[in-house]
C-alpha cells in the first residue's frame, strides 16, 4: 500500500526555521517526486514547490524562493521540507503528496496526512 | 502568471448533478486536474488529465474541458460528496491551484 507519513506538529517562534518530513512506502522513491502543498486556517491549498525522487531537481514557488529547502533521502525514500525566517503567515497544515515524472503525470495521487506548524511567539 | 477561478460555493439538491466550474485562459491546452477534501482530512485526488478518474473514484464523477473552462460533475451528488474541491494545472514548471469550490449538498 502507498503511504506518504509526515513528522508530527511544530511550534516556532518568528524567525525561527521549521523542517517537515515526509517517510514514504509502497512504491519506488525514484521515479517519482514529492510536491509540498500548504493551508492556512480557513484557506485554500497554496502550492509551495517540488522535488525530484530521481536527481533532486527542484523548482519553487516565487513567493518563497530564498526560504525554502526540499531535500530528499533515497536510502530512506524520505523528502524533507524546510522553512526559515518564519512569520505568522507561515502558519498552517503542510501537505506532501506524490507526483508523477512524466509526461501527463504531473498530479498528486497520494498525500501525506498533513503537518501543522504554528508560528507564535 | 497563470490563474484559475473558482466559484466560491456550489449548491446541489440531493440527488442532483452539481457542476464545478474551473476557469482560465486557454485551459483547454493544460491538464487540469481535479482534488476533494473534506473538514480535517488531506486531498484526495479525484479527476487527472481533465476526465480520468482514479481508482475507488465513483463513476458519478466526470470531467471534461473546453475553451477557457474545465468542469467538475458530479451526478447524483450525496451527502458524502459535500466537500471543497480544487483544480490544479501546471504553468511553466509551477503548479496552479484555484482558489477551491465548497459543495454543498442540500
Known amino acids: 500500500q502507498l503511504h506518504l507519513v509526515q513528522s508530527g506538529a511544530e511550534v516556532r517562534e518568528p524567525g525561527a526555521s521549521m523542517k517537515v518530513s515526509c517517510t514514504t512506502s509502497g512504491y519506488t522513491f525514484n521515479i517519482y517526486g514529492i510536491s509540498w502543498v500548504r493551508q492556512a486556517p480557513g484557506q485554500g491549498l497554496e502550492w509551495m514547490g517540488w522535488i525530484s525522487g530521481f536527481n533532486g531537481n527542484t523548482n519553487f514557488a516565487q513567493k518563497l524562493h530564498g526560504r525554502v529547502t526540499m531535500t530528499t533521502d533515497t536510502f530512506t525514500s524520505t523528502a524533507y521540507m524546510e522553512l526559515r525566517n518564519l512569520t505568522s503567515d507561515d502558519t498552517a497544515v503542510y501537505y506532501c503528496?506524490?507526483?508523477?515524472?512524466?509526461?501527463?503525470?504531473?498530479?498528486?495521487?497520494?498525500w501525506g496526512q498533513g503537518t501543522l506548524v504554528t508560528v507564535s511567539s | 502568471s497563470y490563474e484559475l477561478t473558482q466559484p466560491l460555493s456550489v449548491s446541489v439538491a440531493l440527488g442532483q448533478t452539481a457542476r464545478l466550474t474551473c476557469g482560465g485562459n486557454d485551459i483547454e491546452n493544460k491538464n487540469v486536474h481535479w482534488y476533494q477534501q473534506k473538514p480535517g482530512q488531506a486531498p484526495v485526488l479525484v479527476m487527472y488529465r481533465d476526465s480520468t478518474r482514479p481508482s475507488g473514484i465513483p463513476e458519478r464523477f466526470s470531467g471534461s474541458n473546453s475553451g477557457n473552462t474545465a468542469t467538475l460533475t458530479i451526478s447524483r451528488a450525496q451527502v458524502g460528496d459535500e466537500a471543497d474541491f480544487y483544480c490544479q494545472v501546471w504553468d511553466n514548471s509551477n503548479a496552479v491551484l484555484g482558489g477551491g469550490t465548497k459543495l454543498t449538498v442540500l
Open positions: 503528496a506524490r507526483v508523477g515524472l512524466t509526461n501527463g503525470f504531473y498530479f498528486f495521487d497520494v
